[in-house]
């Protein structure tokens, strides 16, 4: 892939991802990046030690739940070779100018607004090829450069592992950020994601919770659960680790339809155990993410 820039196109064409500044002046893209992280109450990181565990699935349906609690959410997909948020969400958008410069966010609804590599790509099936720095500077482009506005919870999906991209999320978020650590039952799984765990802890970043992923079987056709995984092996690692378990979601095939159908779990099969599973999962990411003029209202209501 040709080195490029991350720049406003033509409507309806595709833009090349990379750095718009990378021949302008750092300071100022430094400076846009502050303005844009201050706008941003909190940020949360969904990570993992490795692939194959839902990440993606569980931060689209996580966003979702938050906004459609009332939160204002972005969602940001920054896995760079394989990124599923505008699969997982039926988006085919064309970036656009923001408001307030920069490019805007696709807008999912009425509180969530989401960006992907993706979008950015010449062809839906380009291959990303590109070593740690051009990671980097790509990372830092999109959120110097794109235009959310004021968000109670920016939802980062990061790439699987502890490398280049995770490290250079947890430099440039900044202040306001923590991690949702994401795991699948079995021993093998918790081995690897424990390392996101470490990960978290040489960078002082918060892990505000673990949520373990396909945890049990969900029959469609009786409705009972079997633990193909076992289950409990990542409730059992955030007690030894002593951090905050958010719950299981079940694998579901209800899960996977929605993914093809490009709606989240939690909006097409709402009032389902496993969308609430979800729901429960984000109660604690509801607290954080509560704005004054939310606690305001409680008050004044009660």
């Known amino acids: 892939m040709r080195e490029g820039q991350m720049t406003q196109g033509p409507a309806g064409g595709k833009h090349d991802p990379g750095c718009a500044h990378a021949e302008g002046d750092p300071r100022r893209q430094q400076d846009e990046l502050e303005v844009r992280m201050l706008l941003i109450r909190h940020k949360l990181l969904v990570l993992s030690g490795k692939g194959g565990v839902g990440k993606s699935t569980v931060a689209v349906n996580l966003a979702t739940a938050l906004a459609d609690a009332g939160r204002r959410v972005g969602l940001l997909d920054v896995d760079l070779h394989g990124p599923s948020v505008p699969g997982l969400l039926g988006l085919d958008y064309a970036p656009q100018p923001g408001r307030a410069g920069g490019i805007a966010p696709a807008k999912v609804s009425e509180n969530l607004w989401a960006m992907s590599i ?151 099969f709402a009032g389902s155990p496993t969308a609430e599973a979800f729901s429960a999962a984000i109660e604690p990411l509801l607290t954080l993410t509560e704005r004054p003029d939310h606690r305001v209202a409680a008050t004044e209501e009660s």
Not at 182 to 205: E, I, M, Y
Not at 223 to 240: K, N, P, Q, R
């Open 118 to 268: 993706q979008f950015f790509l010449p062809e839906d099936d380009a291959a990303v090829i590109w070593r740690g720095p051009r990671k980097y500077s790509a990372i830092r482009e999109m959120l110097a450069n794109v235009d959310w506005g004021h968000l109670d919870c920016l939802v980062v999906d990061a790439p699987p592992g502890t490398g280049d991209e995770a490290l250079a999320l947890v430099e440039l978020l900044g202040s306001g950020a923590g991690a949702v650590i994401v795991s699948t039952p079995q021993r093998v799984a918790v081995s690897d994601v424990r390392k996101a765990l470490g990960f978290c802890k040489a960078l002082d970043l918060p892990v505000l919770g673990v949520i373990e992923n396909m945890s049990g079987f969900v029959c469609p056709h009786c409705g009972e659960t079997t633990d193909i995984f076992l289950s409990g092996g990542a409730e059992t690692m955030a007690a030894d680790a002593g951090v905050p378990f958010l719950g299981r979601i079940p694998m579901d095939p209800a899960v996977v339809l929605a993914g093809e159908r490009g709606v989240p779990h939690v909006q097409a």
